[in-house]
């Protein structure tokens, strides 16, 4: 009688086989499913008619122990594998996929560098262009802190259509020269492909809001310009709708994308959405793009504000967006949620410890 250890090792030896055999079995669907998609046929990779026959055939050489429906089982589960993979030749790979670039992607946008290693960026100003002296004041103080795009929105997404929408291009040409004579980058959002080609001439950073994450003719419209854009992602849109959002952009041959990840709409009520730290960890890792995190639209409070900044930092964010008024309870749209100056020092101070330095700050 052989000991258990003697029959494991039988069992090791039958595992190291059954691999190999796999393998060649595996290896064999590929080549037929290359074959397949050569001749045009990359529709029909399923064939139940040739694996019903397969299934017929084993059963009649089963003998056992295993019963049939064990059998079946355990083959039903290999031509899974094997159409996986047969599948996979015909599978495009996206251009924001990581399997088509590696690293990372960074982008230089006038004096700033967003992505990779270098130092996490502060995308900081108010919700709304209001007037000069409201963005003046914001930029003058944010500037000074070392802040180097500066937000501001001109046309707004606004639930209500009797809500304040924004100053127009009298908001562009007043976001873009306020940000210019603090030597800041200006970024806005564009809603509508009409007012692409105005609002790609004022700003440095074009801004797809999440309502417009799945307008697909202003993702094209933004993709033939050649200016940075970031994708908000959308209210309720999936992980893999955000970056076919980006693919669009990218297909269009504009590969200066950054994602931005701004909360989801959940039941909960505490917060106006809920922002998925697993989006932003997952979208590092699938794309090459920098990824920031808009903590005020995510939040819709104040006072989460800092620690939800910090988790962003902590899953690898390459940045954060921040909303700051200098009066917020006098603003136009979103004075719930907006930082005033002291708030900004106290936000400030308390991620400041967590960026990343330049190399000559090191
Ligand atoms: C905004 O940034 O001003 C804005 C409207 O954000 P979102 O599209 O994320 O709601
Ligand atoms: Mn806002």
Known sequence: MQTIEQLRSEIDGINRELLTLLNRRAALAADIGRIKSLEGKSQSHYDPVREDQQLRELEKLNGGPFSHATVKKIFTEIFRASLDLEESNDKKQLLVSRKVKPGDTVLSIGNVRVGGEVPQ????????????????????????????????????PRTSPYGFQGMGVDGLVLGSSVAKSYGMQ?????????????????????????RNMHNFALLREVGRTRKPVLIKRGLSATIEEWLYAAEYVLSEGNSHVILCERGIRTYEKWTRNTLDLSAVALAKQETHLPVIVDVTHAAGRRDLLIPLARAALAVGADGIHVEVHPNPATALSDNEQQLNFAGFEAFNAAIEPLLRRAPQEV
């Open 121 to 156: 960026v502060l995308v900081a100003g108010p919700c709304s262009i209001e007037s000069e002296e409201q963005m003046d004041a914001t930029a003058a103080f944010l500037s000074a802190r070392g802040v180097k795009i500066l937000r501001g929105g001109a046309y707004k």
């Open 186 to 210: 200006f970024i806005t959002e564009v809603m509508d492909t009409r007012d692409v080609e105005i609002v790609a001439e004022h700003a440095d950073i074009l801004q797809v809001g999440a």
